[in-house]
């Protein structure tokens, strides 16, 4: 009993460290000034003050800006209950089921606001406070706390800060602005523990790694490789979110070059585990990824679809092949291919609906620009999709897996002339389409090739 009572002493189970104190940083030594934050959090923050609650602007954005980046979004924490905060803004609603935050819209402009939550420590989980799946995932977490609390739930010394407009300060209270000088990635508290509670902060970890060119604290990266699997119990649709932010952070390419020097694109990335093991594969996904992370740094749109249709273009392309070999014709075999690539990964993804529609437009298109005689051209070029399919055949081309020839024809055949084109079209020799045509102009015509003669009429 007195040996039990001495090792929880020990371990700081009884007596814990000191609760950490905000370090409190000025102006002059930061240089974050009130007008970098949007009207829209300033307002909310100024409204919650007026009111006597504590209110910052929290998270990335205060990262972001110590950084000298523009922040995507602005999020505000704060002591007043969502209800409270519901109260004071007329534009406002309550989301959430699981935590409810509140979003208070101001023109166009939307800004989450969150109550101060608490996260589970080690004693809360040993008297079954918080709710945990058997690897420690927690499945809930929806405590309201302090500020100091809601720090240490954070997932990154550096995602831990707070910004106070009011006073141009900021709030650290785990080391993340020494953490942002020395561009190191720190998980608050124990990493092997904070990664079984949620185990996509594996995934943010190495996004921000990729994103902000940080190094990765040694007992940060150690544990992933052997959690890695975790991975597997968390729900999808959350998975797909992630991994959609990771993708899409303009910095793709070198996140995934960062999991791979980590060793850790096995599991964490399961869709890019099998593509990037085959040479083909991998220059198309990375080319992939660079032109979208040039669309996004540019600030033009990209199409999630379009994305996913090239990161899985390998895996119908090896299931396409295994099922014409079966003896299936190549279109249906590519139909069949399609569907049973979007049903495996949708288990793993939860890729929506609506994506899977769009990915499998884009691949029907591909064996289309093969036929460059006759009408087709015409057709295909008719299509709305037909830019989607276009810039995908392109890729295609740049990373070998097609002729580069084809992909200039149809870059040529666009831009040309009626004229033009009509000479650019291909002689309609091979192929069944133009032996059943021949056959039904000149009927019993003795010269058609025996195949055709044998061809049932159309
Ligand atoms: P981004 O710039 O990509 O939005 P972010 O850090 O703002 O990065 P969000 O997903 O918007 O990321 O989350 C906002 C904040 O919530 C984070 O800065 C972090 O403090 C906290 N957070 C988000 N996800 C987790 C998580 N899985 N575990 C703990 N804290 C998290
Ligand atoms: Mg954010």
């Keep these: 009993m007195i040996k039990k009572l001495i090792g929880r002493v020990l371990s700081g189970k009884i007596f814990k460290p000191r609760t950490p ?42 990262r972001d800006l110590l950084l000298k980046r523009a922040p995507k979004d602005f999020d505000v924490a704060t002591n007043a209950t969502p209800e409270e905060v519901r109260a004071l803004f007329r534009r406002s609603r309550i989301i ?46 929806n405590v309201f706390g302090n500020q100091q609390q809601d720090a240490t739930r ?29 561009k190191r990635l720190r998980m608050i508290g124990d990493p092997v523990t904070r990664y079984r509670e949620d185990p996509v902060r594996m995934l943010r970890v190495a996004r921000f790694a990729g994103a902000l060119d940080f190094e990765i604290d040694p007992a940060t990266r150690q544990p992933i490789k052997e959690l890695a699997d975790l991975l597997s119990n968390v ?7 992630e991994m959609l932010k990771l993708l899409l ?22 869709m890019l585990d099998v593509i990037l093991e085959q040479p083909l ?49 190549p279109i249906p075999a590519l139909y069949r291919a399609m569907d049973q690539v979007l049903q495996q990964q949708a288990e793993k993804l939860a890729i929506p609906r609506r994506y899977g529609g769009d990915m499998k437009e884009i691949w029907a298109l591909q064996p289309r620009f093969d036929q460059r005689a006759g009408r087709g051209p015409y057709r ?56 059943r045509r021949r056959r039904k102009r000149k009927p019993g015509d003795a010269t058609a090739p025996a195949a055709a003669q044998e061809a049932p009429q159309p």
């Design 21 to 62: 104190r905000a370090q409190v940083i000025p102006f002059k030594s930061h240089g974050v000034a009130r007008e970098q934050i949007s009207k829209c959090a300033l307002s909310v923050t100024d409204t919650l003050q007026a009111k006597g609650f504590a209110a910052f602007v929290a998270g990335g954005a205060v």
């Design 96 to 141: 959430g089921r699981r935590f409810q935050i509140v979003h208070v819209m101001c023109g166009r402009e939307t800004v989450e606001v969150s109550t101060f939550r608490a996260g589970h420590d080690e004693e809360d989980r040993e008297n079954g406070n918080a709710k945990a799946d058997e690897h420690g995932r927690l499945l809930r977490d």
């Design 154 to 182: 954070r997932d990154l010394s550096i995602n831990a800060l707070f910004y106070d407009p009011a006073t141009q300060t900021v709030h650290d209270y785990h080391g993340g602005v020494a953490d942002l000088h020395k």
């Design 235 to 241: 729900p999808p649709a959350r998975l797909f979110d």
């Design 249 to 270: 952070s303009g910095h793709a390419v070198e996140t995934v070059k960062r999991l791979r020097k980590e060793g850790l694109h096995h599991g964490l990335l399961p």
């Design 281 to 329: 594969g991998e220059r198309f996904v990375m080319l992939a990824l660079k032109n979208t992370d040039i669309r996004i740094r540019g600030d033009k749109g990209v199409s999630p679809a379009f994305l996913f249709a090239t990161l899985l273009w390998h895996e119908v392309l090896a299931a396409w092949k295994v099922i014409e070999a079966e003896g299936v014709p």
């Design 380 to 435: 295909l070029l008719e299509l709305p999709r037909f830019r989607a399919g276009y810039d995908f055949l392109l890729l295609r081309c740049e990373s070998g897996e097609l002729d580069q020839e084809i992909g200039q024809w149809w870059t040529r055949f666009q831009d040309a002339n009626a004229d033009e084109r009509e000479q650019m079209l291909l002689p309609e020799s091979a192929g069944p389409k133009k032996r």
